[in-house]
T-cell receptor, first 112, second 114 residues
Framework: KQEVTQIPAALSVPEGENLVLNCSFT??????LQWFRQDPGKGLTSLLL?????REQTSGRLNASLDKSSGRSTLYIAASQPGDSATYLC???????????FGTGTRLKVLA | GAGVSQSPRYKVAKRGQDVALRCDPI?????LFWYQQALGQGPEFLTY????????KSGLPSDRFFAERPEGSVSTLKIQRTQQEDSAVYLC????????????FGPGTRLLVL
C-alpha cells in the first residue's frame, strides 16, 4: 500500500531564500507524481507533474525531481516570495491505479 | 476556459440530515474523482468515475456515502444521515484521460455537521 510522507510539516523562511520541500513514498512502482499548491480555503492548484520515466520538471522558479529508487521527490523553490506562502502537497499514483495518494503537506510561510 | 466548479461552497448540516454535493468537471474530461480532506490533512481518495461508470468506490467510508455521474458529466456525492465525523472539505477533480493526466481540482465544498 502506497504511503506518502512530507517533511517538514511547516517551514518559515525570509524572502529571497531558496528552499527544498521533501516528499517520500513507499512504493517505487509509481506511475506519476504531482506537486500541488493549496491556499487557505481554496482547492488545489497543480504545479508540476512528473511521469515515472522522467527525472525532473521545471516551471519558472520551481523545479521538481523524482528518484524512484530512493522513493523521494523534492520541490525546489528559487528566490522565494511572500506570494509563495501556501501549503504544498505531493501526490503519487501507483502503476495500475489512477487515484492519487497524498502526503499531509508542508505549510510554507515566506516572510517579507 | 472554465475550471472544475463545485456547489455549494459551504454547507452546514444538522446531524442526521442528508446532503448532496455537486461537481461540474471541465467539459470533455473523462475522469472524475472525489476526495475528502480533513482539517490539517492531505486529501483522501473516495471514488472514481470514468465517464458514467463508477470504477472504484473503495475509498467511500461507509454505505452512507453514495456518488453518481449518470450522464458522464456532472457528478453528485450524497451523504445520508450525516455524522460529525463527516465534517471535512470534499474536493472534486477531473482529468481529460485516466491515469497519466494532470488532475484539475475544484475549490471544494466545506461541510460542517453540527
Amino acid at each position: 500500500k502506497q504511503e506518502v510522507t512530507q517533511i517538514p510539516a511547516a517551514l518559515s523562511v525570509p524572502e529571497g531564500e531558496n528552499l527544498v520541500l521533501n516528499c517520500s513514498f513507499t512504493d517505487s512502482a509509481i506511475y506519476n507524481l504531482q506537486w500541488f499548491r493549496q491556499d487557505p480555503g481554496k482547492g488545489l492548484t497543480s504545479l508540476l507533474l512528473i511521469q515515472s520515466s522522467q527525472r525532473e520538471q521545471t516551471s519558472g522558479r520551481l523545479n521538481a525531481s523524482l528518484d524512484k529508487s530512493s522513493g523521494r521527490s523534492t520541490l525546489y523553490i528559487a528566490a522565494s516570495q511572500p506570494g509563495d506562502s501556501a501549503t504544498y502537497l505531493c501526490a503519487a499514483t501507483t502503476s495500475g491505479t489512477y487515484k492519487y495518494i497524498f502526503g499531509t503537506g508542508t505549510r510554507l510561510k515566506v516572510l517579507a | 476556459g472554465a475550471g472544475v466548479s463545485q456547489s455549494p461552497r459551504y454547507k452546514v448540516a444538522k446531524r442526521g440530515q442528508d446532503v448532496a454535493l455537486r461537481c461540474d468537471p471541465i467539459s470533455g474530461h473523462v475522469s472524475l474523482f472525489w476526495y475528502q480532506q480533513a482539517l490539517g490533512q492531505g486529501p483522501e481518495f473516495l471514488t472514481y468515475f470514468q465517464n458514467e461508470a463508477q470504477l472504484d468506490k473503495s475509498g467511500l467510508p461507509s454505505d452512507r456515502f453514495f456518488a453518481e455521474r449518470p450522464e458522464g458529466s456532472v457528478s453528485t456525492l450524497k451523504i445520508q444521515r450525516t455524522q460529525q465525523e463527516d465534517s471535512a472539505v470534499y474536493l472534486c477533480a477531473s482529468s481529460l484521460r485516466p491515469a497519466s493526466e494532470t488532475q484539475y481540482f475544484g475549490p471544494g465544498t466545506r461541510l460542517l455537521v453540527l
